[in-house]
């Protein structure tokens, strides 16, 4: 054998693919089986969404194929005015149990347009300021507190704040307030202690200041939320005089705590994108003579202003859909006007109050779902434009290079 | 391990699937009768403890729906089952349904104790429930707006206002719907120029109102209830699929007897005889 | 203007926004001290465990308490082998510019954005009519069994709206085990799922862990989705059978703020059940909180 003939079979050897034991072949086949189930169990996320959507508008259907739904239910009578009583003007009105059902969607639009006007007005301020503070002014550790307690505050059920709505808000914008002297008390009582505790860790004597000292952080925080408190309840009594609604359950007490449970979804997608936005922007700005607060609010809130109106859309879409608070705060009273103080009835109370009377296959029915198809459809497009500016802050933020 | 707790829990639920069916009576509508539909429930199976009865509110409207879908064995209504209803359950359960009356009930109007009014007309609530009166003064109270509560279409207590007293004309639509008769009443204690409607049972620490009719003043009393003189009595009603039998029938006979009928006077409506 | 002035009207501002913040935390100060002042005295043992009685004005919340444990257990047994999964494809199986992955992404992102009575909506459509009655109709039952409210249904309806919340925990969770425990396992020859089996979900089991707490808040604190599929307010048993209705925690504090018989006397029953509720979910939001910042700080030490 001479020597090119002895390469060339090593060559063609090695060329040759290996050979699989059985078992290697066996776990092979074990693997792409696994792999397959898991893509398998991934496609569910996706066939859930599509089958809520076919659900929902199919049981909505019965409101274009049956001839009866489509009379008592046409499209024309749920957006165009109606008259409702012979001999007065044409308008729109939503009285679906009635020997004429009314079925005029606009009430029910300016319902949920009017408490999420006012929970946007509230919480996006509020939200987007306190989200600026834990991202750009707070001290570290303040802002290791102030997020955990803001989640916390997310992680409250919507129930226990329409609860807290009717109870307490409905009142304290009323003027008859919840709270009476024992508490005002209790509180100004326990502020007093806490002041004299952090005057004790400043001025008292030293051993008592050693002690004190790890805690003046939180004794500051303490001191801060039992003044705020006091305040608060103090103006409880000031309150009726400022706004005199015309129902005691309304948009503005429905939006307010609306307000509540947006805020969070606000504060957190605005703090995201916030620091989101690289050191050297702020490094830049502050090198070039800027203060803190400047650079704060011309280079890096602009910067992150997409995210931050993605927060925003997505804190609106959450206001539209929420159901428990405004069914036990709004009034749900189906009013058409522009004055806040009256009650309201959304989109969603109206599905929640009414579903439970219905005949299933009645065109009240199929009304009710197709509501419930209007509702999936604004929150759709909702998140999609927040989901397409969130890619906007993300290319704009690291040049294109993600 | 938890995975192992949790499997067993499962077979666990698994392994009864008929078991607590057997034996059980719901009941589901009215919710002006669904605190004397859970005496009820509470009396008798305290001496039938075998038989298990749910007792559940939402609305008359709720209740005969519930009827129709098949999801309730007693159906409470606060007003009569209407002829389409009645049409729906033919259709869909090939039997005309049973109605057995069980109490008597008067709606009763509540105004704020601090209302200087103690007595309106008929057509005086029709006007205001209708949306064409709005101010107090234009039924010789103060000078004030009316603010109409109201109930969910659901009700029982709605529809027969609405038949009896509005003539089958739509409600208002400023009138605030609220889910219960005891949100009625609540909603009222904190409104001074508030006016609403429930039954009889419910008013507490609110005014009823009395109906003006001629020169008379009729309070919602129970001799003005039971002799039918009160314009705005009515009965409260069981409704069935097929006439009782078995366990139903217990509870129903229980009901209607002297015990029963006690619970209702107890409860604040009016027995049935 | 001056730089001074400049630096201080910078800090007033800036103290503004501090308002802001403290304004939020003082909304959570309020509302848990009314929900304290009002229940707390009425939080008793017996409370715990008694059913209640006298119409809704005495007695406890037993079986809202049960109810609602049964109907988490349940989501969270059909919501947490589902969420993992397709974390897991989203994760170490899907190719980087896959389609599929892009999509299921997508889905995931607007299924957390849909409404929760569309969710109930659902429950009732697709689980109760669609699927419960094909199931009567197969085992051929007269009266309806299984297409009507129960706590199957619900807890299946709990569980698609949680599922976002699992996949995005879950993802974070392995994004946090770091790349080099996987090259190596795979290095001493071990296949993918083994890999996944023994080295990954280990590692990421405290963030798994974080999911199944947030569905679990979640599933204790929402009523809009159980309205119609399965909540009731008075039943005299605890739920026994797939198909049995059962109380809520939620639900009872809706129905009791709303249609109690009787306001002024079963207003220290409604503020206790609150309280509990919320307690409830804050223990459950803590716990996750915790896990979560542990498994944050993990993951910026591994990368």
């Known amino acids: 054998m001479d020597r090119q003939s002895v390469m060339e079979q090593g060559l063609v050897e090695t060329m040759a693919a290996p050979q699989l034991s059985p078992a290697a072949r066996r776990r092979q086949l074990r693997e792409k089986a696994i792999a397959g189930f898991v893509t398998l169990m991934a496609f569910t996320g996706i066939a859930a969404l599509v089958l809520i959507i076919v659900f929902i508008a199919k049981e909505a259907l019965g409101l274009f194929l049956d001839a009866h739904a489509r009379e008592e239910a046409s499209l024309s009578k749920m957006f165009l005015p109606q008259v409702t009583r012979a001999g007065r003007p044409a308008s729109f009105v939503w009285q679906p149990v009635s020997s004429v059902p009314k079925v005029s969607m606009i009430p029910l639009f300016i319902g949920t347009l009017k408490t999420t006007l006012v929970s946007m007005l509230v919480a996006v301020p509020v939200g987007v300021a306190a989200a600026l503070y834990a991202a750009e002014f707070a001290p570290r550790r303040l802002r290791e507190i102030i997020k955990p307690v803001i989640e916390l505050l997310a992680g409250i059920p919507s129930v226990v704040l329409g609860f807290f709505a009717l109870m307490v808000l409905a009142s304290f914008l009323r003027g008859d307030s919840a709270f009476d002297s024992r508490h005002t008390a209790g509180v100004a009582g326990l502020s007093m202690a806490l002041a004299f505790l952090q005057f004790l860790s400043r001025l008292g004597p030293q051993r008592l200041r050693e002690r004190l000292r790890p805690l003046s952080g939180l004794l500051a925080g303490l001191l801060a939320v039992a003044l705020g408190t006091l305040v608060l309840m103090l103006l409880a009594s000031g309150v009726p005089h400022v706004f005199s609604f015309t129902h005691r359950l309304n948009a503005v007490v429905a939006g307010l705590a609306l307000a509540l449970a947006i805020v969070p979804v606000i504060f957190t997608v605005s703090e995201d994108a916030l620091t989101a936005v690289p050191w050297s922007y702020r490094e830049a700005s502050l090198a070039l003579g800027a203060t803190p607060w400047e650079t704060a609010w011309k280079v890096v809130l602009p910067a992150a202003a997409p995210g931050i109106l993605a927060a925003c859309v997505l804190g609106f879409g959450r206001a539209i859909g929420e159901t428990m608070i405004v069914l036990m705060a709004s009034g749900n009273a189906a009013i058409v006007s522009a004055n806040l103080g009256e009650s309201v009835r959304t989109l969603s109370a109206t599905i929640a109050a009414e579903m439970g009377e219905v005949v299933v296959g009645s065109p009240h029915y199929s009304l009710l779902f197709f509501i419930g198809v209007e509702l999936f459809v604004f929150t759709f497009t909702l998140n999609l434009i927040a989901s397409v500016w969130t890619k906007k802050v993300l290319k704009r933020l690291t040049g294109g290079a993600a | ?273 | 203007m001056k730089h001074e002035t400049r630096r201080r009207v910078g800090f007033a501002l800036a103290s503004l926004t501090g308002l802001a913040a403290l304004l939020i935390v003082l909304m959570l100060a309020v509302i848990l001290l009314d929900v304290v002042g009002g229940g707390a005295g009425h939080v008793t043992w017996q409370f715990l465990s008694q059913p209640p009685s006298d119409g809704m004005m005495g007695g406890g919340i037993f079986p809202a308490l049960y109810g609602t444990a049964a109907l988490t257990l349940l989501m969270t047994l059909a919501v947490m082998p589902v969420g993992v999964l397709t974390a897991i494809y989203l994760h170490e199986y899907a190719p980087p510019d896959s389609r599929m992955a892009r999509w299921v992404r997508v889905a995931i992102v607007n299924l957390a954005g849909v409404p929760s009575i569309v969710f109930g909506l659902f429950g009732l459509g697709f689980f109760i009519h669609f699927v419960g009655g094909g199931l009567d109709r197969l085992l051929s039952h007269e009266e309806l069994y299984w297409a009507q409210p129960g706590i199957l249904w619900a807890s299946l309806t709990l569980a698609v709206l949680t599922l976002p919340v699992v996949i995005i925990s879950t993802e974070e969770a392995l994004r946090a085990v770091p790349l080099d425990h996987r090259t190596a396992s795979l290095a001493l020859g071990a296949t993918q799922s083994q890999t996944l089996a023994r080295v990954v979900l280990p590692g990421a089991l405290p963030g798994i862990l974080t999911g199944a707490v947030l569905a679990i808040s979640r599933g204790a604190g929402e009523v809009a989705p159980i309205l119609f599929t399965g909540a009731a307010y008075f039943l005299p048993d605890l739920p026994s059978s797939l198909n049995s209705q059962f109380m809520h925690l939620g639900y009872h504090t809706y129905v009791l703020a709303t249609q109690s018989p009787d306001v002024e006397a079963t207003r220290p029953l409604l503020y206790a059940t609150v309280l509990v509720l919320l307690m409830l979910t804050f223990a459950l939001n803590l716990v996750a909180v915790i896990i979560r910042a542990r498994t944050r700080r993990k993951a910026a030490n591994a990368h």
């Open chain 2, 1 to 273: 391990m938890k995975q192992l707790l949790a499997s067993f829990l499962v077979v666990f639920l698994l392994a009864l699937p008929g078991a607590a069916q057997a034996g059980s009576v719901t009941l589901k509508g009215s919710d002006t009768m669904v605190i004397l539909g859970q005496r009820w429930a509470e009396e008798f199976m305290k001496k039938n403890a075998d038989t298990k009865l749910q007792v559940t509110g939402g609305g008359s409207g709720t209740g005969i729906s519930a009827l129709i879908n098949g999801t309730t064995d007693i159906c409470m209504s606060s007003r009569p089952m209407k002829e389409a209803e009645r049409e729906k359950l033919r259709s869909r359960s090939k039997t005309p349904g049973t109605e057995i009356a069980v109490a008597k009930d008067g709606v009763t109007f509540y105004l704020h104790e601090k209302n200087p009014l103690s007595s309106l007309t008929l057509e005086q609530l029709k006007g205001i429930y209708l949306g064409d009166l709005t101010n107090w003064k234009e039924v010789g109270g103060p000078d004030a707006p009316i603010i109409v509560y109201s109930r969910e279409n659901s009700s029982g207590t709605y529809v027969f206002v609405k038949d009896n007293l509005l003539g089958g004309e739509d409600y208002s639509s400023r009138a605030q719907t609220l889910p219960g008769t005891a949100a009625v009443v609540n909603a009222i204690s904190k409104e001074k120029n508030g006016i609403g409607y429930g039954g009889a049972a419910y008013a507490k620490g609110i005014k009823e109102l009395k109906i003006k009719a001629g020169s008379e003043e009729i309070a919602p009393s129970t001799d003005n209830i039971k002799s039918g003189k009160y314009p705005l009595s009515r009965d409260l009603y069981f409704y069935l699929r097929t006439p009782p039998t078995g366990e139903a029938k217990a509870f129903i006979d229980f009901v209607l007897s002297p015990d029963g009928q006690q619970i209702v006077t107890k409860v604040g409506y009016f027995p049935v005889k």
